[in-house]
Protein backbone atom coordinates (compact mmCIF):
# COMPACT_ATOMS: atom_id res chain seq x y z
CA UNK A 1 0.00 0.00 0.00
CA UNK A 2 1.05 3.45 -0.62
CA UNK A 3 2.12 6.12 2.10
CA UNK A 4 0.54 8.87 0.38
CA UNK A 5 -3.37 9.70 -0.10
CA UNK A 6 -3.85 8.32 -3.37
CA UNK A 7 -7.14 8.25 -5.59
CA UNK A 8 -8.13 5.55 -7.24
CA UNK A 9 -10.38 6.19 -10.43
CA UNK A 10 -12.98 3.75 -11.46
CA UNK A 11 -15.82 4.82 -14.47
CA UNK A 12 -19.55 4.40 -15.59
CA UNK A 13 -20.79 3.17 -18.24
CA UNK A 14 -24.44 2.91 -19.33
CA UNK A 15 -26.57 0.82 -22.07
CA UNK A 16 -30.17 -0.04 -22.55
CA UNK A 17 -30.61 -1.68 -19.50
CA UNK A 18 -29.21 1.04 -17.33
CA UNK A 19 -25.32 1.90 -15.49
CA UNK A 20 -22.86 -0.32 -14.12
CA UNK A 21 -20.06 2.06 -11.62
CA UNK A 22 -16.85 0.36 -10.76
CA UNK A 23 -13.05 1.16 -9.50
CA UNK A 24 -11.55 -1.96 -10.95
CA UNK A 25 -7.99 -0.93 -9.26
CA UNK A 26 -9.38 -1.07 -6.20
CA UNK A 27 -8.44 -4.64 -4.90
CA UNK A 28 -9.36 -4.37 -0.93
CA UNK A 29 -5.66 -5.18 -0.27
CA UNK A 30 -5.53 -5.53 3.44
CA UNK A 31 -9.57 -4.53 4.62
CA UNK A 32 -10.50 -6.12 7.24
CA UNK A 33 -13.89 -4.32 8.10
CA UNK A 34 -16.37 -1.36 6.77
CA UNK A 35 -18.60 1.01 8.04
CA UNK A 36 -21.18 3.41 6.17
CA UNK A 37 -21.53 7.12 7.65
CA UNK A 38 -24.46 9.26 6.67
CA UNK A 39 -25.06 12.92 8.25
CA UNK A 40 -27.97 14.53 9.15
CA UNK A 41 -28.10 17.21 7.36
CA UNK A 42 -25.89 18.17 4.19
CA UNK A 43 -23.19 20.46 4.98
CA UNK A 44 -22.85 18.79 8.22
CA UNK A 45 -18.57 18.64 9.20
CA UNK A 46 -16.99 14.96 10.63
CA UNK A 47 -12.87 16.20 11.00
CA UNK A 48 -10.82 15.43 12.12
CA UNK A 49 -9.50 11.77 13.38
CA UNK A 50 -6.44 9.82 12.10
CA UNK A 51 -4.69 6.82 13.18
CA UNK A 52 -1.00 6.03 13.20
CA UNK A 53 -1.09 2.47 12.08
CA UNK A 54 -4.61 1.83 10.04
CA UNK A 55 -5.35 2.86 6.72
CA UNK A 56 -8.55 3.39 5.00
CA UNK A 57 -10.19 3.34 1.62
CA UNK A 58 -13.12 5.96 1.42
CA UNK A 59 -15.60 5.77 -1.36
CA UNK A 60 -19.21 7.79 -2.09
CA UNK A 61 -21.87 5.43 -2.54
CA UNK A 62 -24.45 8.02 -2.82
CA UNK A 63 -24.11 12.12 -3.07
CA UNK A 64 -20.60 13.89 -2.92
CA UNK A 65 -18.41 15.05 0.04
CA UNK A 66 -15.57 17.13 0.52
CA UNK A 67 -12.78 14.90 2.00
CA UNK A 68 -9.50 16.40 3.42
CA UNK A 69 -6.87 14.40 4.35
CA UNK A 70 -2.80 15.50 6.25
CA UNK A 71 -0.17 14.29 7.49
CA UNK A 72 0.05 13.30 11.15
CA UNK A 73 3.27 14.32 11.19
CA UNK A 74 2.92 18.05 9.79
CA UNK A 75 -0.47 19.55 12.29
CA UNK A 76 2.23 21.25 14.08
CA UNK A 77 3.70 22.94 11.54
CA UNK A 78 2.78 26.48 9.91
CA UNK A 79 1.09 26.86 7.58
CA UNK A 80 -1.27 23.71 7.93
CA UNK A 81 -3.02 25.03 4.76
CA UNK A 82 -0.25 24.27 2.71
CA UNK A 83 -0.55 20.39 3.72
CA UNK A 84 -3.90 19.81 3.16
CA UNK A 85 -4.76 17.07 0.11
CA UNK A 86 -8.45 18.08 -0.79
CA UNK A 87 -10.93 15.57 -3.00
CA UNK A 88 -14.26 16.04 -4.41
CA UNK A 89 -16.33 12.32 -4.48
CA UNK A 90 -19.46 11.98 -5.65
CA UNK A 91 -21.27 8.84 -6.60
CA UNK A 92 -22.14 10.04 -10.05
CA UNK A 93 -17.71 9.65 -10.40
CA UNK A 94 -17.00 6.55 -8.99
CA UNK A 95 -13.52 6.22 -6.88
CA UNK A 96 -12.11 5.25 -4.34
CA UNK A 97 -9.54 7.16 -2.03
CA UNK A 98 -6.78 5.66 -0.33
CA UNK A 99 -6.05 7.39 3.41
CA UNK A 100 -2.80 5.69 4.52
CA UNK A 101 -1.75 5.65 8.37
CA UNK A 102 -0.03 8.58 9.58
CA UNK A 103 -3.00 11.12 8.09
CA UNK A 104 -5.81 13.09 10.28
CA UNK A 105 -9.08 12.76 7.59
CA UNK A 106 -12.61 14.59 7.56
CA UNK A 107 -15.03 14.88 5.79
CA UNK A 108 -18.38 17.61 5.06
CA UNK A 109 -21.16 16.03 3.26
CA UNK A 110 -22.58 18.01 -0.01
CA UNK A 111 -26.08 16.69 -0.52
CA UNK A 112 -28.84 15.52 2.19
CA UNK A 113 -28.15 11.91 0.72
CA UNK A 114 -24.64 11.68 1.10
CA UNK A 115 -23.26 8.22 2.78
CA UNK A 116 -19.87 7.85 2.97
CA UNK A 117 -18.30 4.33 3.08
CA UNK A 118 -15.08 3.46 4.48
CA UNK A 119 -13.07 0.29 4.49
CA UNK A 120 -10.53 -0.05 7.22
CA UNK A 121 -7.09 -1.83 7.28
CA UNK A 122 -7.80 -2.61 11.03
CA UNK A 123 -10.34 -4.25 12.97
CA UNK A 124 -12.47 -2.67 15.58
CA UNK A 125 -10.18 -3.28 18.61
CA UNK A 126 -6.94 -2.34 17.16
CA UNK A 127 -8.76 1.06 15.51
CA UNK A 128 -9.38 1.61 18.99
CA UNK A 129 -6.28 1.63 20.13
CA UNK A 130 -4.89 3.85 17.60
CA UNK A 131 -7.40 6.89 17.67
CA UNK A 132 -6.42 10.45 17.41
CA UNK A 133 -8.55 13.66 17.04
CA UNK A 134 -8.24 17.16 16.52
CA UNK A 135 -11.01 20.05 16.01
CA UNK A 136 -12.21 20.62 12.64
CA UNK A 137 -10.51 23.70 12.13
CA UNK A 138 -13.26 25.55 9.90
CA UNK A 139 -11.47 27.44 8.33
CA UNK A 140 -10.29 24.55 6.02
CA UNK A 141 -14.25 24.12 5.08
CA UNK A 142 -14.60 27.44 3.82
CA UNK A 143 -15.24 26.87 -0.03
CA UNK A 144 -11.95 27.59 -2.17
CA UNK A 145 -9.94 27.15 0.28
CA UNK A 146 -7.33 24.38 -0.16
Not at 61 to 86: D, F, L, Q, R, Y
Request: aromatic share 14%.
Amino acid sequence: MQNTPKLLLGNKVFDDRGSVGFVNDFDFEGVKRFYLVQNHEPGFIRAFHGHKKEGKYVTVVSGAAIIKVMSMEIWNESPVEENIHTFVLSAEKPQVLWIPPGYFNGFKTMSVDTRVMFFSTATLEESRGDDYRIEHCPNLWIPNYR
